[in-house]
């Protein structure tokens, strides 16, 4: 065993465990106790289920999860289906367009979005003018599961349209020429083919919505778990039980629904031998079909973009109230901004940065400790950092109240829990397992060779990591680093829980208090305009990133077979 990438694991277990997983542990201990004798007790649970408001909040979040996975179906299925089997122009955009919800976090376009299609919105106030009725989009729950379906749509769309790229056409042939065709062929055949990635989608959404904070909270829709965890230890404190068994609940169904996924495949083959090349057997559409699809499509994408479209209006509006449009527009909302709100943006900066910065490092370390070494255990640390994917935020800022209220910093009076250093760890535990998958990915295309050479040359192992692995990685660690920056810069629920005072706050957390208030919703949608630009940019240049290094190892792939032919 070498004791170099050893002691180094050790010190990556240590902060996974002190920081993800003791936490977690807490929670779910603390759920288990007696509140006065700490003895190990159900009745938390019981009580649970014997309260009205917790049993309503419960299945809430079960259809708000369920029916935003629907809704989120319903525009995804359409648009992959359309852009990965016709031929038509603008394929390419489509996608593209149909991928940019995942910039805004859904609680910054939910006052939005209540401005377009609330009660007394753009389109009900345009409906009941020209038709004499209003349709409630906005109204409870309904508003909620709008908001998060058109945000968290892409999973499905993105996961969909890469399976309907690799179905062998020639099955779809083979069922074309013993006489199935349209919908039958859809749903007998392409569908059933691209169930995997459908179902990966899905269980994201699912994961996603059930454990979202924010968007209730801003809706005002309080009667849901996640808003309920919070308003309980904000409202009762760290000692309330109730908190911590909503919070179990939480982890234990984004577990399920993780596991729920997996499961659906067990036993079953969706491989093909790609006879007849990779890829639906794409068409050219008829005139009535093409203006079909694109009447389709661009509802679609109206829709979908209609927060960001609300939430620009809404940051240039003076006033926007019982009309179509806003009265005026000004510039005054983002010099308000940068005048009295500036330290949001710098905290923001600053977090994400140490937060994506620490993320990359843990992510090259555990990548290259999982695939390099054979320390015993390593799979463990892989295992445990990408499980704080299935942690809720809430739940993580729970047990770091609950775990860290006592510890004082160093030097300082200040409990560890509200000090701002504690927002920087919280927000790389959620975001290690996206850094984390794109170091793994360059690992992987990196040769042992070219360790095993440079060892052989008398390199140690530290030297040769240093100077040869982390060079041929960086394009992934790069990415990764951009991914968790972007990410972590609207990170709310998390935060929430762990901001104590306002100069420590971020940009997520300003864009709440913002939006609290009517007065607040022009400078809280200036804040939200700044962070789409944040998570805008974070996206494309992860995108260039990755293209980039595409294209020189496919160039650097044709020079090797070039330089290898007999001439």
């Known amino acids: 065993m070498r004791w170099g990438p050893a002691g180094v694991g050790l010190a990556l277990a240590f902060f ?77 955009v489509i996608q593209t367009l149909g991928v940019i919800p995942l910039i805004m976090p859904p609680f910054v376009g939910a006052v939005a979005m ?25 109204d409870g729950l309904n508003g909620v599961i709008l908001v998060e379906s058109i945000h968290y749509f892409p999973f499905i769309l993105t996961n969909l349209a890469a399976s309907l790229a690799n179905i062998d056409r020639s099955l779809e042939e083979s069922a074309q020429n013993l006489g199935s065709s349209g ?7 392409v569908f059933p083919l691209a169930m995997p990635g459908y179902v990966a989608g899905a269980s994201l959404v699912f994961l996603k919505v059930f454990d979202d904070l924010g968007t209730p909270l801003l809706l005002n829709v309080n009667k849901m778990l996640a808003p309920q965890a919070y308003l309980r230890i904000s409202s009762i404190g760290i000692t309330d039980p109730m908190g911590y068994v909503i919070s179990v609940i939480l982890v234990l169904f984004s577990i399920f629904s993780l596991w ?177 998958r794109a170091c793994v990915a360059a690992l992987q295309q990196v040769s042992v060779t070219l360790e095993e050479a440079a060892e052989n040359l008398g390199a140690t192992t530290s030297r040769t990591v240093w100077r040869i692995v982390v060079p041929l990685m960086s394009g992934g660690i790069l990415a990764g680093f951009v991914t968790s920056f972007a990410t972590a810069a609207v990170e709310l629920s998390a935060t929430l829980m762990l901001v104590s005072q306002q100069s420590d706050a971020p940009l997520a957390y300003g864009i709440y208090v913002f939006m609290q208030s009517a007065a607040g919703r022009g400078p809280g949608a200036a804040l939200g305009m700044i962070a789409v630009v944040i998570v805008g940019l974070g996206t494309y240049f992860s995108h260039r990133i990755i293209e980039r290094g595409r294209r020189l190892r496919t160039s650097d792939r044709v020079v090797a077979e070039v330089g290898t032919t007999p001439a």
């Open 183 to 189: 919908m039958r062929l859809f749903r007998r055949i």
């Open 260 to 436: 729920a996924s997996f499961r659906a495949f067990r036993g079953r083959d969706y491989a093909s031998v790609q006879k007849g090349g990779g890829g639906l057997l794409k068409r050219d559409l008829r005139p009535w079909e093409k203006v079909g699809a694109y009447s389709v499509i661009f509802l679609i994408l109206a829709l979908v973009l209609a927060p960001h479209i609300g939430l620009l209006l809404l940051s240039f509006g003076t006033v926007w109230s019982f009309a179509v449009l806003p009265d005026g527009y000004t510039l005054e909302h983002y010099l308000r901004v940068f005048e009295t709100s500036s330290q949001y943006i710098t905290n923001t900066l600053l977090y994400a940065g140490l937060a994506a910065s620490i993320d990359v490092i843990l992510g090259t370390a555990i990548a290259y400790i999982v695939w390099r070494t054979g320390i015993p255990g390593r799979k463990w640390l892989d295992y445990v950092a990408t499980a704080g994917l299935a942690v809720p935020g809430v739940v993580l800022g729970i047990g770091y109240l609950r775990v860290f209220h006592g510890v004082e910093v160093p030097f300082s009076d200040q409990p560890l829990a509200s000090w701002w250093v504690i927002l920087v760890i919280a927000l790389s535990i959620r975001r290690l397992p996206y850094a984390l």
């Open 114 to 138: 209540q401005l377009l299609f609330g009660s007394n919105g753009s389109v009900n106030l345009l409906l009941d003018e020209y038709f004499g009725f209003t349709v409630p989009f906005m």
């Open 16 to 92: 996974l465990i002190a920081f993800l997983v003791i936490p977690v542990l807490k929670v779910i201990l603390v759920a288990f106790q007696d509140p006065g004798t700490g003895a190990f007790t159900l009745v938390n649970f019981q009580d649970f289920f014997n309260t009205s408001l917790f049993r309503e909040s419960f299945w809430n979040s079960l259809y708000v999860a369920g029916m935003s996975v629907m809704l989120a179906s319903s525009i995804a299925i359409p648009l992959a289906y359309f852009t990965t089997r016709f031929n038509f122009g603008g394929a390419l």
